[in-house]
């Protein structure tokens, strides 16, 4: 595309982007400074309709991007907005606050994506169901009661109250959680034998009680098959965007908010590409959201994608910020799992 038309598209998809009203050669001539006439900037309009990039809403005087002129624009005008410091420093004191399980993680996830974006963020739980075991413990907590914590390899945390003999003592506890982790440390459900089992038995023969527990936990955790369960954050974010002010929008909006399994397979639908995807309108392959965007990656823990993240808006949604705040979340919450599986908390 010729530079002069490349510059009249980006006008209009950022003006549209900000004010959601159609763009005019006058707006663009007064407020771009492009150095030529409403004249000419007419005529490469008509030049950008003709091609398919723009078009005209109903019998406004003005145009909008269409779906080829906002992919051509992601695709060749987008510039990174990067976050601002006042936006990381808040992304990492979320973080950094105490947080006890990946439920925690993937709801405060959520959270930040609609915060920051002002669009419904989407975030697909992790898959645990092949997971082996990276570590036990349990830790006395006041007279009688203990917490049994699993920690899977994907950084799951299972945990549960447990009701404790008098008798034992907090070195009974250690020992316990010593010969868990070096019997069964690194195995999945599948690889741990019977004779295994018979063994950790023989060795903790005088904690048998406590031991049912813990072995029904750990099982509990090696064979949790999590179906696809997705957060959702900012649910109205979307409807309070001006295209969808419309009741019937809304109701559609709504229905598709309610269907989960359709919301996983559209956020699984940006494929199994590292890093960002942008899908525009019909990219998306649901009919009811073709005049919505999606901006998705995956996260990753040892580089074994775990679940995606994403962020569901109009078509005329801030791109460049979007794009900026998915790529930097995804990265932050893998690093974030990571820390967990290793025990460490920053």
């Given at each position: 595309m010729e530079d002069r038309k490349q510059k009249?598209?980006?006008a209009i998809v950022h003006d549209y982007i900000a004010t959601a009203e159609p763009v005019g050669s006058r707006t663009i001539a007064k407020k771009y400074k492009l150095g030529v006439s409403p004249a000419t900037i007419r005529n490469e309009m008509a030049d950008l309709e003709d091609q398919g990039f723009i078009e005209q809403p109903y019998t406004s005087a003005g145009r909008i991007p269409s779906e080829l002129?906002?992919?051509?624009?992601v695709d060749f005008l987008m510039r990174k907005q990067e976050l601002s410091k006042e936006e990381?420093?808040?992304?990492?004191r979320e973080y950094r606050a105490k947080v006890r399980d990946v439920g925690q993680v993937?709801?405060?996830t959520g959270l930040l994506l609609s915060q920051l974006t002002h669009y419904t963020a989407m975030v697909l739980t992790p898959r645990i169901g092949i997971s082996s075991l990276k570590h036990v413990q349990i830790v006395y907590m006041h007279q009688s009661r203990a917490m049994v914590i699993a920690v899977m390899d994907n950084g799951a945390v299972q945990h549960r109250m447990i009701e404790i003999p008098e008798s034992i003592t907090a070195l009974d506890m250690e020992t316990i959680s010593r010969v868990l982790n070096d019997k069964l440390q690194g195995l999945t459900m599948k690889s741990?034998?019977?004779?295994l089992i018979k063994e950790i038995y023989s060795e903790l023969a005088r904690h048998k009680n406590v031991l049912d527990i813990v072995m029904e936990l750990i099982q509990d955790s090696l064979t949790l098959e999590f179906e696809d369960k997705i957060y959702l954050g900012g649910v109205f974010n979307m409807?309070?965007?001006?295209?969808?002010?419309?009741?019937?929008?809304i109701k559609t909006m709504l229905s598709i908010m309610e269907q989960e399994k359709l919301l996983c397979d559209i956020l699984e639908g940006g494929g199994e590409d590292e890093g960002v995807t942008v899908r525009i309108g019909g990219e998306i392959d649901q009919w009811d959201m073709r005049e919505c965007s999606m901006i998705s990656a995956p996260y990753t823990v040892r580089g074994r994608k775990m679940g995606s993240l994403g962020v569901l808006g109009p078509t005329r949604m801030?791109?460049?910020k979007v794009v900026s705040v998915v790529d930097y979340l995804t990265k932050?919450?893998?690093?974030t799992l990571e820390r967990m599986i290793q025990g460490v908390r920053k």
């Open positions: 009249v598209l980006l002129g906002y992919r051509y624009y990381e420093e808040l992304i990492r993937i709801h405060k741990i034998k019977l004779n409807l309070n965007q001006p295209e969808f002010h419309n009741v019937e929008k801030e791109y460049a932050y919450l893998s690093r």
